[in-house]
């Protein structure tokens, strides 16, 4: 490992593994460190995104998507059913893991390089740069940190950055042997299966016969999200659909909601999960974490040609996304409340 970097990432998620290789292939010295020993996993994430994420990956559709999305149906505690679309293609089933491995195989291509198992510790400032210790390198120095280290991001607490307004509690799986309708999600509310959020059943394949499932619970939840992950088999609007079934894979994490009102300070950029970019009605953060990801990298380019890292011109970074998707994303946390 080389001690000096223009620019670090911390995170090997697939935000910061998408600015990592931005920044790289205008010719910076880039390296990603990344706490755990394969990239994707553990799996916390139920695959469902809107295509607008292959505008910014260079990623094959083939290559990662399962299956295509044409409606939901919405079942209420009492039963009621809503379906909503079912007349074009809405959403892609992604095989995250391959997405994750595929965004990471791009940036290093781009020529960053990826340390695993290499959790970042501390970070202090030197001068007029950040040097960053990892559980396995000492004083690793760079001009630009890019925190991309998900909902509890150690940088945002490092440099007394605000915290989202609050942190889903998320668990699911991926399960075999079902009968769904392959082109509908199907959705469940109430304050007994999901206080906070909603819990989901996504087909996985184009049978119907593979699925993730999955809920998050919202912090007010007294109970944690085992108890009502296994009560969704025993609900009486769940349960129909998960007679049978085998689960494959847990998947488990949390959802940061409420975008952090300053994402920059100087020598850093704050990115995807790590500010909260996520849509708070879906909880959907890889299309807003790559849409804010793709401003992120184009400032920190900029900066890094220009020798620029101080707050005052990193500031552009939040102004850039925060006037594209600001405004939803307040307004969703707006709905949310209500
Ligand atoms: C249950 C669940 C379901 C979801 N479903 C969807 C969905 O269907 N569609 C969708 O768009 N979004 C979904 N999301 C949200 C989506 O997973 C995140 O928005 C996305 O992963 C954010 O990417 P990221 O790169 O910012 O962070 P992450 O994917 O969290 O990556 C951060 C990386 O940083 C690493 N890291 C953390 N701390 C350190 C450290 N100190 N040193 C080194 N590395 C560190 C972590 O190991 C991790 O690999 C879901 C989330 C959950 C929990």
Same mark, same amino acid.
């Given at each position: 490992?080389? %001690?000096?970097?223009?620019?670090?990432?911390?995170?090997?998620?697939?935000?910061?593994? &998408?600015?990592?290789?931005?920044?790289?292939?205008?010719?910076? @010295?880039?390296?990603?460190?990344? @706490?755990?020993?394969?990239?994707?996993?553990?799996?916390?994430?139920?695959?469902?995104?809107? =295509?607008?994420?292959?505008?910014?990956?260079?990623?094959?559709?083939?290559?990662?998507?399962?299956? +295509?999305? +044409?409606?939901?149906?919405?079942?209420?505690?009492?039963? &009621? @059913?809503?379906?909503?679309?079912?007349?074009?293609?809405?959403?892609?089933?992604?095989?995250?893991?391959?997405? #994750?491995?595929?965004?990471?195989?791009?940036?290093?291509?781009?020529?960053?390089?990826?340390?695993?198992?290499?959790?970042?510790?501390?970070?202090?400032?030197?001068?007029?740069?950040?040097?960053? @210790?990892?559980?396995?390198?000492? #004083?690793?120095?760079?001009?630009?940190?890019?925190?991309?280290?998900?909902?509890?991001?150690?940088?945002?607490?490092?440099?007394?950055?605000?915290?989202?307004?609050?942190?889903?509690?998320?668990?699911?799986?991926?399960?075999?042997?079902?009968?769904?309708?392959?082109?509908?999600?199907?959705?469940?509310?109430? %304050?007994?299966?999901?206080?906070?959020?909603?819990?989901?059943?996504? /087909?996985?394949?184009?049978?119907?016969?593979?699925?993730?499932?999955?809920?998050?619970?919202? /912090?007010?939840?007294?109970?944690?999200?085992? &108890? &009502?992950?296994?009560?969704?088999? +025993?609900?009486?609007?769940?349960? /129909?659909?998960?007679?049978?079934?085998?689960?494959?894979?847990?998947?488990?994490?949390?959802?940061?909601?409420?975008?952090?009102?300053?994402?920059?300070?100087?020598?850093?950029?704050?990115?995807?999960?790590?500010?909260?970019?996520?849509? /708070?009605?879906?909880?959907?953060?890889?299309?807003?974490?790559?849409?804010?990801?793709?401003?992120? =990298?184009?400032?920190?380019?900029?900066?890094?040609? +220009?020798?620029?890292?101080?707050?005052?011109?990193?500031?552009?970074?939040?102004?850039?996304?925060?006037?594209?998707?600001?405004?939803?994303?307040?307004?969703?946390?707006?709905?949310?409340?209500?």
């Amino acid at each position: 490992m080389q %001690e000096q970097y223009d620019a670090i990432i911390v995170g090997g998620g697939p935000i910061g593994g &998408y600015v990592a290789g931005e920044i790289a292939s205008k010719g910076f @010295k880039v390296a990603i460190f990344e @706490k755990n020993k394969q990239i994707g996993e553990p799996l916390k994430c139920a695959g469902l995104v809107t =295509s607008r994420v292959f505008d910014y990956v260079d990623i094959s559709k083939e290559s990662v998507v399962q299956n +295509k999305i +044409k409606g939901a149906n919405i079942h209420s505690p009492s039963g &009621y @059913k809503l379906t909503i679309g079912g007349d074009r293609v809405h959403a892609l089933v992604i095989d995250r893991l391959n997405f #994750d491995k595929e965004i990471i195989k791009n940036s290093m291509e781009k020529g960053a390089e990826l340390f695993l198992e290499n959790s970042v510790i501390s970070i202090q400032k030197k001068g007029k740069q950040i040097e960053i @210790k990892t559980s396995k390198s000492n #004083d690793v120095k760079c001009n630009l940190l890019v925190g991309a280290d998900g909902p509890y991001s150690k940088i945002r607490d490092r440099f007394l950055m605000s915290q989202p307004t609050e942190i889903l509690r998320g668990m699911g799986a991926e399960i075999s042997n079902t009968r769904l309708d392959p082109n509908s999600v199907e959705i469940f509310v109430g %304050e007994n299966v999901a206080p906070g959020f909603f819990a989901w059943i996504i /087909p996985t394949n184009e049978n119907g016969t593979e699925a993730r499932i999955g809920l998050c619970i919202g /912090p007010e939840s007294t109970k944690p999200p085992l &108890y &009502y992950f296994s009560n969704l088999f +025993k609900n009486k609007n769940s349960s /129909p659909f998960l007679e049978n079934v085998k689960i494959t894979k847990k998947i488990g994490g949390s959802i940061p909601f409420g975008a952090l009102k300053k994402t920059y300070s100087s020598n850093l950029l704050l990115v995807g999960d790590a500010a909260a970019q996520v849509k /708070p009605t879906s909880g959907g953060g890889i299309y807003t974490g790559l849409l804010c990801g793709s401003y992120c =990298s184009s400032v920190a380019i900029e900066s890094l040609q +220009k020798n620029n890292f101080t707050s005052q011109f990193l500031k552009k970074y939040h102004k850039l996304w925060s006037s594209d998707i600001g405004m939803e994303l307040y307004l969703g946390m707006k709905f949310r409340k209500l």
